[in-house]
């Protein structure tokens, strides 16, 4: 099983399918729902009052409404590499607290994003990069020192149930939604593929510690995405004594 598309044809395949990407997600029972949890999980206190939060691979800003909605009080900067997902961010009407950025992670600068961060949420992210480790080092250098990150994520490998239910779920429903609202199925293969290829709930744990994060912890949805999607939760480490 392949990993889905090269990463320089990603954006591109997100570019075609951003006209119809809100409506297929909404279909999806507990698409926002569980966005929001894993926001939740971040454990903003006081509303995001005083905070920055980066929403990493923010697409159309469903991850942005769900930081939002958790942390209405917040800064926060969205950002994706996909210009027409990030276009039809734009147009939702947030508020000016929130600011989007047209840029792929790779390509992210740092001096751009105007300091640091003390919580990042990355929704759907991780299992697009060519270098998921080299990502989640850069985005523990963008958290201050005890920030938190979530990472949002399908994660199958560790379940031959979750696996089958995948492949049921994309090749019964996403897939031939995806060719009814886009008239491409390009996006929503590479979605079936990739996820498959990711890593475990194990695995992944190990390479959020192995990249600089401490207190990793796994949780769990309900509904179909049951052991499907997860969020992963890891701290920046504070500076040792006398660093």
């Not at 000016?96 to 390509?107: I, T």
């Not at 990069?129 to 523990?140: E, I, Q, Y």
């Not at 019964?172 to 593929?193: A, E, F, M, N, S």
Request: proline share 5%; charged share 25%.
């Amino acid at each position: 099983m392949t990993a889905g598309l090269p990463r320089s044809e990603v954006p591109a395949a997100f570019d075609a399918g951003a006209f119809g990407y809100d409506r297929l997600v909404g279909l999806n029972p507990g698409y926002h729902k569980h966005l929001r949890l894993s926001a939740a999980r971040l454990e903003l206190p006081d509303g995001g009052r005083g905070l920055r939060v980066l929403d990493a691979g923010c697409g159309t800003g469903a991850s942005t409404a769900a930081l939002l909605k958790v942390a209405p009080h917040a800064e926060i900067v969205a950002f994706d590499a996909s210009s027409a997902m990030i276009e039809r961010a734009r147009r939702k009407g947030f508020p000016d607290r929130v600011r989007f950025l047209h840029s792929s992670m790779e390509d992210l600068d740092p001096a751009g994003l105007g300091g640091s961060f003390d919580a990042v949420l990355a929704a759907y992210l991780i299992r697009n990069l060519d270098d998921p480790d080299a990502g989640l080092r850069k985005l523990r250098g963008l958290l201050r020192p005890g920030g938190r990150l979530a990472v949002h994520e399908y994660s199958v490998a560790d379940s031959r149930l979750a696996r089958t239910l995948w492949s049921s779920v994309a090749w019964g429903i996403i897939i031939p939604l995806g060719k009814v609202t886009t008239r491409d199925t390009t996006l929503y293969r590479h979605l079936w593929r990739s996820v498959l290829a990711f890593d475990g709930v194990s695995a992944f744990r190990q390479r959020m510690a192995a990249n600089g994060f401490e207190h990793v912890t796994e949780c769990g949805m309900s509904g179909w995405q049951r052991d499907v999607v997860h969020t992963f939760l890891g701290t920046r480490p504070l500076p040792a004594d006398g660093d």
